[in-house]
């Protein structure tokens, strides 16, 4: 009798562990913005997400781990396999011809990330003071942000469009600057400006900043 090997379908197994990833990160999410990273335990984020702890700790590591995993997801609002440069709207960014128009694109489609992963990005921001654990996942995200705007940045002047004599080394910083967190949390968060108004007005300053007026 000749025996035949089990086949496994391996697409649903990664699918399930996908899925029980997905639910732990937004369980994580849901204490963390509710209790504060400190308050939150990985015991109540397994129960939660209906996970044992030991398969968390398995999955992330450590809970700044599964801080910076709730980042990511909220900054792309999802968790397909497809990186923010790649989806269709920053490709859409790309393509168009006129850089007060890809700035204006540009600043939208940031805008609604801000607004997705503000709360997580303050929370390791401030959480960084009081949780030493929380200081690299920062260092990182830091890390992430500058290279993302040095992109943009060298893509914007690539245009020609910009004024004349602006360094690459000056639209990186301008953006990094104006696209902190901290300008959303001040102005939407903290004096009540809607999505629409901060993203407008961070299109007129940045497109003032760096490109020629008239």
Same mark, same amino acid.
């Given at each position: 009798m000749v025996e035949v090997k089990r086949r496994y379908d391996v697409s649903g197994r990664q699918e %399930?562990? %996908?899925?029980?990833?997905? +639910?732990?990160?937004?369980? +994580? !999410?849901? #204490?963390?913005?509710?209790?504060?990273? %400190?308050?939150t335990t990985l015991a109540a984020v397994a129960d939660r997400g209906g996970v044992s702890v030991k398969g968390l700790y398995?999955? @992330?590591?450590? !809970? /700044?781990?599964?801080? !910076? +995993?709730? @980042?990511? @997801?909220?900054? +792309?609002?999802?968790?397909?396999?497809v990186s923010? /440069?790649?989806?269709?709207?920053q490709r859409a960014m790309l393509d168009e011809p006129d850089v007060r128009r890809?700035?204006?694109?540009?600043?939208?489609?940031?805008a609604r990330r801000q607004q997705r992963s503000a709360k997580v990005q303050i929370l390791i921001r401030d959480g960084r003071h009081v949780d030493d654990s929380l200081i690299p996942v920062w260092r990182q995200l830091s890390e992430e942000g500058l290279t993302a705007m040095t992109m943009i940045g060298g893509h914007l002047a690539g245009t020609g469009q910009l004024?004349?004599?602006?360094?690459?080394?000056?639209?990186r910083d301008?953006?990094?600057?104006?696209l902190a967190i901290d300008t959303y949390e001040r102005l939407v968060l903290? %004096?009540?400006?809607? #999505?629409?108004r901060y993203s407008?007005?961070?299109?007129?300053?940045?497109?003032? /900043? #760096?490109?020629?007026?008239?």
């Amino acid at each position: 009798m000749v025996e035949v090997k089990r086949r496994y379908d391996v697409s649903g197994r990664q699918e %399930r562990a %996908r899925a029980r990833r997905r +639910a732990v990160v937004v369980a +994580a !999410k849901e #204490l963390f913005e509710r209790d504060g990273f %400190r308050a939150t335990t990985l015991a109540a984020v397994a129960d939660r997400g209906g996970v044992s702890v030991k398969g968390l700790y398995k999955s @992330f590591g450590s !809970k /700044a781990a599964l801080a !910076k +995993a709730v @980042f990511d @997801f909220v900054i +792309a609002g999802d968790d397909e396999p497809v990186s923010v /440069a790649d989806r269709p709207e920053q490709r859409a960014m790309l393509d168009e011809p006129d850089v007060r128009r890809k700035i204006e694109m540009f600043i939208h489609a940031l805008a609604r990330r801000q607004q997705r992963s503000a709360k997580v990005q303050i929370l390791i921001r401030d959480g960084r003071h009081v949780d030493d654990s929380l200081i690299p996942v920062w260092r990182q995200l830091s890390e992430e942000g500058l290279t993302a705007m040095t992109m943009i940045g060298g893509h914007l002047a690539g245009t020609g469009q910009l004024r004349a004599g602006i360094e690459l080394d000056e639209v990186r910083d301008v953006l990094w600057n104006y696209l902190a967190i901290d300008t959303y949390e001040r102005l939407v968060l903290e %004096r009540g400006w809607t #999505l629409d108004r901060y993203s407008d007005w961070m299109t007129r300053t940045i497109i003032a /900043a #760096l490109c020629t007026q008239g």
